[in-house]
């Protein structure tokens, strides 16, 4: 069975801060991606990476995927209240049907 | 709007009733996936359609959860003889292709179920 596991679960910082949130695997993702989440919402997509070792930045995020491609790490830059949600990470499973494996999510409280 | 509509928004019922739950995909997608959301959870994988028919449906609990997609449109999530264990957020997300090429998931604000 695919896992993935993130940390921290809950995260609230000052506005500023840096953050990291993490995810992790034993098993091997062919791609990772991370959503984020408001209340009352659907995720919506920020980035998805393919190769091991990838990094890409959006804005003040950097995404990056392990070299093994089993884990994967988000940093927040200077976080701002705008990036109060819920991230997740997600990983195509190992079917060919492009469901996805979601993570627990890590809930990002920013104060400003 | 032109994004996944699902109703209802919010559906509070008693425990043992029937529930159907639908999606409206953005026109032209294809692919039409289900998961459930329970609080403080990352969604769960329920079911893939690609076209009419459910390709993937080893997400489904039991034998209690179907759905149908019979135009290759609009997709319904049914529940039958529901439990207080059903309660959670229920998504619908579409896509131009799925399968292992799987393109953007957009997905729907979800269908709140609270089974009492």
């Known amino acids: 069975t695919q896992l993935l596991e993130q940390s921290p679960q809950f995260l609230s910082i000052q506005e500023g801060e840096n953050l990291t949130v993490y995810c992790n695997s034993s098993?091997?993702?062919?791609?990772l991606q991370w959503y984020r989440q408001e209340p009352g919402e659907g995720p919506v997509l920020l980035v998805t990476?393919?190769?091991?070792?990838e990094v890409k930045k959006l804005k003040r995020l950097t995404f990056q995927f392990g070299d093994a491609r089993k884990d994967s790490s988000l940093h927040i830059t200077a976080a701002q209240p705008g990036d109060t949600g819920l991230y997740l990470c997600?990983?195509?499973?190992?079917?060919?049907?492009?469901?996805?494996?979601f993570g627990q999510g890590t809930t990002l409280q920013v104060k400003p | 709007g032109a994004g996944v509509s699902q109703t209802p928004s919010n559906k509070v019922t008693e425990k043992g009733k029937y529930v159907e739950l639908r999606c409206d995909p953005i026109?032209?997608?294809?692919?039409l996936y289900w998961y459930r959301q329970s609080l403080g959870q990352g969604p769960e994988f329920l079911i893939y359609?690609?076209?009419?028919?459910?390709?993937?449906d080893s997400g489904l609990p039991n034998d209690r959860f179907f759905a149908v997609r019979p135009e290759g449109s609009v997709s319904t999530l049914k529940i039958q003889r529901t439990e207080r264990g059903d309660s959670a957020v229920y998504l619908c997300?579409?896509?131009?292709?799925?399968?292992?090429?799987?393109?953007?998931?957009?997905f729907g604000e979800g269908s709140r179920l609270t089974v009492l």
């Open positions: 997300a579409s896509t131009t292709r799925g399968g292992r090429d799987t393109g953007e998931l957009f």
């Open positions: 098993s091997v993702f062919s791609s």
């Open positions: 990476v393919v190769t091991g070792g």
């Open positions: 997600a990983g195509a499973g190992s079917s060919n049907t492009g469901k996805l494996i």
């Open positions: 026109s032209g997608h294809t692919a």
């Open positions: 359609f690609q076209g009419t028919g459910a390709a993937d």
